[in-house]
């Protein structure tokens, strides 16, 4: 008697739900949750699948189709990660497919990995010290094989009765300034041959270890409260000033983690932050950590996913230091997983779906293994800080900065005064310069800090006021100088920069306000004799770019790096005392209910690179709104009192933490057309919440890649479990797919949008 046994499938679709196949029986034994297999999906797309569950009741469904092959030998899925996919679909309202799509590397079913071979050369078989004298004796009269063979000695580290060592062939040749023909004479006579062996495609610096710093009081008290806290919660809130040396403490608990055997996740929001940071972790704890960054290859991301997947304690990552999409990897035994600048809107991912929030997906993967959280910040999200006012996080906080030094000074500097005296120099106030002379006078380093690249955001006729904007978007053309274009930064679309304007004819088209791009080319004119840089998406699209500026910085080759937010948290650079903000308006004026928070934190980080060794650092804020609230907190790195400003905002006006939000957007290339569908939503949606619903209108950018757009906008309250608010949500959704026409639509659910 034969069992019917079926295998539900994650394929990589926006269909919600699982697929079902029936595992035939020659290949009963191999299907197990997690293996890759081919199936057939509709009339002849064939899909790699990850089997979910295997069971053994028949689907309602005839002629269930067969699995056609197993593309794994062994499950690449661990069950911790089919859960944690399984959560983020829910709480995300997407398909796991879609999660499927986000986590894994294209090549990761390993049909199509290869290990790299390369040859090496060793002993042909095991020789006695007498027998190999005898041999390097014989050759004296061929030098050049014998010169070969005591090099390959050398190399090895050959010593009486060890293993025999490989070594890379390539090596052996430049030691030993030989030949192939040579190491080829010496296969010959059975000495030596040559080997393919498999090498690993991640340059592995050298292992050496610095045993780790030694904790400050400060530290050590700060220290053993997060360890303390950790026996009764599972999450706890580092809240550190800027070098208060947070990432030490992190050091620390990574190294308790690894006595117990355990493996650690280190998050950062940003690529650019790894850079630095992996130095750090190698320098004490070597091999055993690794990266992970949408820069790899295919084939590094599936080597790194293998090192993580083996326990191996030679090769195996314990440690990986990654952005959002680590959350992915296939983790089989986490202790501890550490959110650093947890604040940051990097961590959302806007789209394609899954648009999940890594932050808190690791929360969940950390509760899966049964691990601890610690999330750190200098200037913590309203959210995870009012959930440690309540409790429901741990809360540590730590105040100094490492070695006493003072946090940074803050001038805020008056660009509109400065404008009406005539006192500005090109962008810069008199405050800036005065305090970028005095640096570069003592040989100090300098960061201007400003949040948009190119060269100005838009380009305008002096005559009548008409500005380019995008062929496909509701958006101005920014003007990059270096390459002589307007650029669309929603679309990518490219033109010539106009050299008449194109409404009037008129000669007088002229760039208005400024990205990092004029700031680089007017500081270079104000200090000629001054290193300058500029660090932002357009100077980082090479895989070690971000490297080779930031080690440029470091060894005082540039005196000025200018930069977005890139540069602006995170770095440790010793020399750094100045830090600029070339404009504070364009942050605190964003229409968002976060802005206020957002250009508190960006500005308390960006302040934060300055003066983190030896002394007191300076910080010139460019401003024309000196009395701001949130400039005059900055002033005083008053974060207790931004929070507390902002959470009585947003309870007054509910918005997150203190309701959930639930954004939908709509998009449509015909503007009636998307009105009229939004309007039918809005008004299904009113139905059932009411006032909840905000909207349907149109966001700040209106068309994007000649698609028009609308959001509703639905708050939920926090007291009830969000999955009954979610699910009218999607059937609202559902009911307006049905309606004629609705096919020519796109809509994105977004859960806590960023
Ligand atoms: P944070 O992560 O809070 O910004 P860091 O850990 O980067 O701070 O520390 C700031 C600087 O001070 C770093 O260069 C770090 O190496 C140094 N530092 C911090 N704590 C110690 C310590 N206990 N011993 C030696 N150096 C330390
Ligand atoms: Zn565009
Ligand atoms: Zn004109």
């Not at 400050?216 to 409260?225: C, D, F, L, N, V």
């Amino acid at each position: 008697m034969t069992i019917p046994r079926f295998a539900d499938i994650i394929l990589p679709l926006a269909v919600k739900g699982r697929f079902t196949y029936r595992i035939p029986y020659d290949i009963l034994e191999t299907v197990k949750p997690g293996v890759i297999v081919k199936v057939q999906f509709g009339r002849k797309n064939l899909y790699s699948g990850i089997v979910s569950n295997i069971h053994d009741n028949s689907p309602a469904l005839k002629n269930v189709k067969s699995i056609l092959e197993v593309l794994t030998a062994v499950p690449i899925i661990n069950d911790k990660q089919l859960k944690l996919w399984l959560w983020i679909s829910e709480y995300y309202l997407c398909s796991e497919g879609e999660v499927m799509k986000a986590a894994l590397p294209s090549e990761i079913s390993l049909k199509n990995y290869r290990p790299r071979l390369e040859t090496f050369i060793e002993l042909a078989r095991k020789f006695s010290d007498d027998e190999l004298n005898v041999i390097l004796d014989k050759l004296t009269k061929a030098p050049r094989q014998q010169d070969v063979l005591s090099t390959y000695i050398r190399l090895s580290g050959y010593t009486y009765g060890s293993e025999i060592m490989p070594i890379r062939k390539s090596l052996l040749l430049s030691e030993a300034h030989s030949s192939p023909n040579i190491i080829e004479a010496l296969a010959g006579k059975g000495i030596l041959s040559d080997v393919s062996l498999a090498v690993s495609r991640l340059t592995e610096s050298d292992s050496y270890k610095e045993s780790i710093k030694e904790l400050s009081e400060a530290q050590s008290i700060t220290y053993r409260s997060i360890t303390s806290q950790f026996m009764e919660k599972d999450i706890v809130l580092l809240h550190g000033v800027t070098s208060s040396g947070k990432t030490e403490i992190y050091i620390h608990l990574i190294e308790e983690q690894l006595k117990k055997g355990k493996q650690v996740l280190y998050m950062l929001p940003e690529i650019a932050l790894t850079t630095q940071i992996i130095l750090r972790l190698k320098k004490h704890f070597g091999a055993v950590t690794g990266v992970y960054h949408s820069r790899f290859s295919d084939a590094e991301k599936v080597e790194i996913w293998k090192r993580v997947a083996d326990n191996d304690p030679v090769i195996g990552y314990r440690i990986i230091l990654g952005v959002r999409s680590s959350v992915f990897l296939p983790f089989s035994n986490l202790g501890l997983i550490i959110v650093d600048e947890e604040h940051d809107g990097s961590y959302k991912q806007h789209d394609p779906a899954p648009r999940y929030h890594a932050r808190d997906s690791a929360i969940m993967l950390a509760a899966l293994h049964k691990a601890k959280t610690i999330l750190g910040s200098a200037s913590p999200s309203v959210e995870s800080y009012n959930n440690a006012v309540n409790g429901k996080y741990g809360l540590t906080e730590l105040k100094e900065r490492f070695g006493l030094i003072k946090l940074p000074a803050i001038v805020i500097a008056n660009t509109r005064e400065a404008y009406r005296k005539k006192l500005m120099v090109s962008h810069f106030t008199p405050e800036l310069l005065q305090a970028i002379d005095e640096a570069l006078g003592k040989d100090e380093q300098i960061i201007l800090f400003q949040n948009r690249r190119g060269f100005s955001p838009y380009i305008e006729c002096s005559e009548c006021g008409w500005i380019p904007v995008c062929i496909q978007c509701a958006v101005n053309l920014t003007y990059h100088k270096g390459i002589s274009k307007l650029l669309c930064h929603y679309c990518g679309y490219t033109t010539d920069v106009p050299s008449k304007c194109g409404n009037c004819h008129s000669g007088g088209v002229v760039t208005r306000g400024f990205g990092t791009e004029k700031i680089e080319d007017e500081i270079k004119i104000v200090f000629p004799a001054a290193r300058v840089a500029r660090m932002d998406q357009d100077t980082t699209r090479n895989k070690n770019s971000f490297n080779k500026i930031i080690r440029a910085f470091e060894e005082s080759r540039i005196d000025i790096l200018i930069g977005t937010q890139m540069i602006s948290k995170g770095l440790d650079f010793e020399n750094l005392t100045v830090v600029g903000v070339l404009n504070a308006d364009n942050l605190l004026n964003y229409p968002d209910f976060r802005s206020h928070e957002r250009s508190f934190q960006l500005m308390e980080q960006v302040s934060g690179r300055a003066g983190r060794r030896q002394k007191q650092g300076k910080v010139v804020i460019q401003t024309s709104d000196p009395a701001n609230k949130i400039i005059r907190l900055v002033l005083r790195h008053d974060y207790v009192s931004m929070f507390r400003m902002q959470a009585e905002e947003r309870i007054t006006f509910n918005y997150p933490p203190f309701c959930r939000m639930v954004k939908i957007s709509i998009r449509h290339k015909e503007r009636t057309l998307l009105n009229y569908y939004s309007d039918i939503l809005g008004r299904d949606l009113k139905e059932i919440f009411g006032k909840r619903v905000l909207g349907p209108e149109a966001p700040v950018i209106s068309q994007v890649q000649l698609w028009y757009i609308k959001t509703i906008l639905i708050k939920i309250e926090r007291e009830k479990p969000p999955a009954k608010a979610k699910q009218l949500i999607v059937e609202a959704i559902e009911r307006l797919e049905k309606e004629k026409g609705a096919s020519s639509l796109k809509i994105a659910i977004d859960v806590d949008p960023y």
